[in-house]
Nanobody, 124 residues
């Protein structure tokens, strides 16, 4: 059974930093892109960042470019999201996604596996 478990969320002041982790179990994703999405109350789940299977290519939403960094450790079957210069509008539940099947990285329907989410709250 595939499981994605996120951790590292919490409450932080604007301008602060958090590092999210997503540990996968049940199968290896070393040959698949992995990503992060987020969902704020009353809004649709939106793309945040994706990293290719090798880690050589990364893609970001414009809203987080220059502030967030996605990385992965295939030996640990884990993907990370380093979030710096956080803003109140970054407040959301952050979800890890894996099992990308190909196509547009920002399309959430192209990922087969999802974590349960971790809450990130940024106070002003």
């Amino acid at each position: 059974q595939v499981q994605l478990v996120e951790s590292g969320g919490g409450l932080v002041q604007a301008g602060g930093s958090l590092r999210l982790s997503c540990a996968a179990s049940g199968r290896t994703f070393s040959r698949s892109a992995m990503g992060w999405f987020r969902q704020a109350p009353g809004k649709e789940r939106e793309f945040v960042a994706t990293i290719s299977w090798s880690g050589g290519n990364t893609y970001y939403a414009d809203s987080v470019k220059g502030r967030f960094t996605i990385s992965r450790d295939n030996a640990k079957n884990t993907v990370y999201l380093q979030m710096n210069s956080l803003k109140p509008e970054d407040t959301a539940v952050y979800y890890c996604a894996a099992g990308f099947v190909g196509g547009k990285y920002s399309d959430r329907t192209l990922y087969n596996y999802w974590g349960q989410g971790t809450q990130v709250t940024v106070s002003s």
